[in-house]
């Protein structure tokens, strides 16, 4: 008998279309039966966070984790997952905090200009346990804006924290790596190289964009899955407004 895990991962821009977020989430069909909505760029607002907000928009059955990182002027930023407690379990969340710029070997001249911008945190959001018969580690990633190798060393960051841990029947790293793109250069294609190390496969390479800004289509978001167990997937994003990302869906099935 065939099981299907339904994924979602959504940068939502520090939630400064939180209506319309909402209101995407309630009315699109695509969010429906979700088992994992993993977020980047969760804020919280007067009414609560967003990750408890999407939740409730979601059903009874949902429940959600937020985690602030850093303060984007004066909006909280946080990383956060809502799941279908009636699918999933989660029995610890923890976050792991990337290393800065300057905690990592950079050249002279990336190591130059990221000192003139204002250091930022940055966390891998992990959440460890169940999914109907399987172990399940689900993460969201935020890397940093710039810098080619300091990204790199971020990524690397995740990949060996998530080494260090037991190993799962599920685990799936998704988020917001800011892979950005000028004239189809850099590829990024060492990050997917350094993912297949831990058995990590990007699922989801036939997306063309994920994010745009300014009429610049990127693809700034992934999706890798790994397992013991023999999966397929199917990947898609949906065309909607309420961030500068869009949202990214994969129903990763297994037989």
Same mark, same amino acid.
């Given at each position: ?9 959504? &940068? ?10 909402? &209101? ?135 990949? *060996? *924290? ?94």
């Amino acid at each position: 008998m065939a099981h299907t895990l339904r994924f979602c991962s959504w &940068n939502i821009q520090v939630g400064m279309k939180r209506a319309h977020i909402l &209101n995407v989430v309630k009315h699109e069909r695509d969010f429906r039966h979700l088992d994992v909505l993993a977020l980047q760029e969760a804020s919280a607002h007067a009414h609560g966070d967003d990750a408890s907000s999407i939740a409730h928009v979601l059903g009874e059955t949902y429940g959600s984790y937020h985690h602030v990182y850093n303060l984007l002027k004066t909006l909280p930023q946080a990383n956060a997952l809502v799941w279908n407690r009636a699918r999933v379990q989660f029995n610890a969340i923890e976050h792991h905090t990337l290393p800065t710029h300057i905690q990592v070997h950079l050249p002279r001249a990336e190591r130059a200009l990221l000192n003139r911008l204002k250091r930022q945190t940055r966390v891998n959001l992990v959440g460890d346990g169940a999914w109907e018969n399987f172990s399940v580690r689900v993460c969201a990633a935020h890397l940093d804006v710039l810098g080619y190798r300091f990204k790199r060393q971020q990524f690397r960051a995740v990949l *060996d *924290d998530l080494r260090a841990r037991s190993p799962v029947d599920v685990m799936i790293l998704a988020g917001d790596f800011n892979t950005f793109r000028i004239g189809g250069r850099p590829t990024w294609a060492q990050l997917k190289h350094d993912a297949a190390e831990l058995g990590l496969r990007a699922i989801s390479d036939e997306i063309i964009f994920t994010q745009r800004a300014l009429r610049v289509k990127q693809k700034l978001d992934e999706i890798f899955v790994a397992s013991p167990h023999t999966f397929r997937s199917r990947v898609w994003t949906l065309d909607v407004g309420g961030s500068d990302h869009l949202p990214m869906f994969a129903e990763i099935t297994f037989d």
